[in-house]
C-alpha cells in the first residue's frame, strides 16, 4: 500500500501569511490605505461572475433617472385572445417587452422588469398594450419609471385595488352577457356592429365629467362617458363575437383628442366613430333624441379624412369600401343630383308614416345641390301631402346638416 505524499502548502500557506501580516501593519501604521489595497488585491480572489441585475449596478450617486409618462386611455389572457392590432405592428423584440408588459398588468403588478433602457419605447408600447386591450380598465394610462444600467423598473398606475377589479370585471361581464343576449347565432359581422353601435349609443349619455370616461367600466356599468368609453366599449364587445376591432386615438379637425375604431366585416375594413352615433352631436336640438346618427358607421377613408387625424404613425388598413354604408343600404345615398329621384326619395318617406328622412351624399357638389332643392322646392310641396295625410291645417319641419358627413336629417313636426 503506497502512502500519499504529504503536501508543503499549509507550511509555505502560513508563511505567506506572516509576511502579509507584517506588511499590512507596517501600512496601517503608516496611514498608507491605497498601499493595503494593492496588497490585498493581489492576494484576494476575482470576485465570481453573477446574473443579478443589483449587483451590476452602479454606484448610488448615478443609480437611476426617473422618468414619467401619461396617454389618454386602453380579461383575455394573453395577447393573441383577441384581435391585437398594434402588437403586430411591433419587431420580435418589442413583442417580447409587449408581453412582459401585458403578463404584470394582467396581474396588477406594482412593478414589472424589462430588459431595456429605452424609456420611450416602453411608454410606447405600454400604449399598444392598452389600446389592444379594453379589458383592462384598471390601467389610468399613467406611469413611472426607474432606468438602471441595463434594465427598467416599469410602474403602472392603477385606478382599483385586486378586490375592486374583481368586482368591477363581474360588473362588466355581466352588462357584455345583457347586450349580446340581443344576437342570434346567424348575425353576420356587420349586423353585429350595427346592434353593438346602436346599443352603446342608446344606453351611454356623452358626460364629460362622468367617473372613469377614460375606460370600459363608464360605458358598460356606468352608462355615461366620453370617446374613449364609447370607443373601448365597442371594441370590448366586438372582441367577445372575434369580429377585429382596432382602437385608434387622434385629433379632430374642429379641435381638441378624440377616440374611434375600425373594424373588419367579411374581410374588408371600415371606420366607425359610435361617439358622433349619439344625437347629442347633430347640430340642431330640434332633432329627436331617439334619432341616432348612423353616418357614422362604416365609413371610409375619404369620409374620415378630413376630420379624423390619427395620432400614431402605424401604417392602418385601407378603408376604401362603401357597400356597408347604412345609407347605401337602405336607398338614401345619393351618389349623383337628380331632381326627380330625390322627391320621389323624400315623397316615399311621407307615404310610408314616417316623420322624417335622412339621407346622406357621396361628394360636396351633390350636397349642396340636394340641399339647396331641398330647402327650396321638395320639402315644402311634400309637406302639403304630409298635410293631407295627417289631416293638419299646419306643418313645420326640422332640419340638421352635417357638412363634413354630407349628412341631411329632417323631421316633420305639428
Known amino acids: 500500500m503506497r502512502r500519499k505524499k504529504r503536501s508543503s502548502f499549509p507550511f509555505i500557506s502560513l508563511f505567506v501569511l506572516c509576511i502579509l501580516l507584517f506588511a499590512l501593519l507596517g501600512l496601517v501604521q503608516s496611514k498608507d490605505t491605497s498601499a493595503l489595497i494593492s496588497v490585498l488585491q493581489e492576494f484576494l480572489p476575482e470576485p465570481s461572475p453573477t446574473t443579478s441585475d443589483d449587483d451590476a449596478l452602479p454606484a448610488a450617486s448615478a443609480l437611476y433617472a426617473t422618468s ?68 383592462m380598465f384598471w390601467c389610468v394610462g399613467s406611469s413611472q419609471s426607474n432606468v438602471y444600467s441595463t434594465r427598467i423598473e416599469f410602474m403602472p398606475d392603477y385606478s382599483c385595488t385586486r378586490e375592486e377589479i374583481s368586482r368591477r370585471k363581474s360588473q362588466i361581464e355581466q352588462a357584455a352577457a345583457a347586450c349580446l343576449a340581443g ?40 352608462h355615461a362617458s366620453v370617446c374613449a368609453g364609447y370607443a373601448k366599449g365597442l ?38 366613430d359610435t361617439t358622433f352615433g349619439d344625437p347629442v352631436f347633430q ?16 365609413c371610409t377613408d375619404a369620409q374620415f379624412n378630413g376630420s379624423h387625424r390619427p395620432d400614431e404613425d402605424i401604417t392602418y388598413p385601407t378603408c376604401n369600401s362603401i357597400d356597408l354604408n347604412y345609407y347605401v343600404q337602405n336607398g338614401s345615398f345619393i351618389f349623383s343630383y337628380d331632381h326627380d329621384a330625390l322627391r320621389d326619395l323624400v315623397a316615399t318617406a311621407v307615404t310610408d308614416g314616417k316623420d322624417g328622412f335622412t339621407l346622406q351624399c357621396a361628394n360636396s357638389a351633390t350636397y349642396k345641390e340636394v340641399c339647396t332643392a331641398l330647402l327650396d322646392d321638395i320639402v315644402p310641396a311634400v309637406s302639403n301631402t304630409y298635410m293631407q295625410m295627417h289631416n293638419l291645417k299646419k306643418v313645420r319641419y326640422k ?7 354630407l349628412v341631411f336629417t329632417l323631421y316633420w313636426t305639428e
Open 183 to 222: 344576437l342570434s347565432a346567424d348575425t353576420t359581422d356587420y349586423e353585429k356592429v350595427h346592434y353593438i353601435y346602436t346599443w352603446l349609443v342608446n344606453t351611454v349619455d356623452y358626460d364629460d365629467n362622468a367617473s372613469d370616461n377614460q375606460n370600459i367600466y363608464s360605458s358598460m356599468v356606468g
Open 283 to 298: 347640430n340642431t336640438q330640434d332633432i329627436p333624441e331617439s334619432n341616432i346618427s348612423y353616418a357614422y358607421l362604416c
Open 68 to 135: 414619467s409618462a401619461s396617454a389618454e386611455t386602453t380579461g383575455q389572457t394573453s395577447p393573441d385572445s383577441c384581435y391585437a392590432y398594434y402588437y403586430q405592428q411591433l419587431s420580435a423584440a418589442e413583442q417580447t417587452l409587449y408581453t412582459t408588459i401585458y403578463t404584470g398588468v394582467s396581474d396588477r403588478k406594482d412593478t414589472i422588469d424589462l430588459n431595456t433602457t429605452d424609456t420611450d419605447t416602453v411608454h410606447r408600447i405600454y400604449h399598444f398594450v392598452l389600446y389592444d386591450h379594453p379589458e
Open 235 to 272: 371594441q370590448y364587445l366586438l372582441n367577445q363575437l372575434s369580429v377585429p376591432c382596432i382602437y385608434i386615438t387622434g385629433t379632430l379637425s374642429s379641435g381638441g383628442t378624440h377616440a374611434w375604431n375600425m373594424v373588419q366585416c367579411n374581410g374588408k375594413w371600415y371606420l366607425v
Open 399 to 405: 332640419y340638421s346638416q352635417d357638412g363634413e358627413m
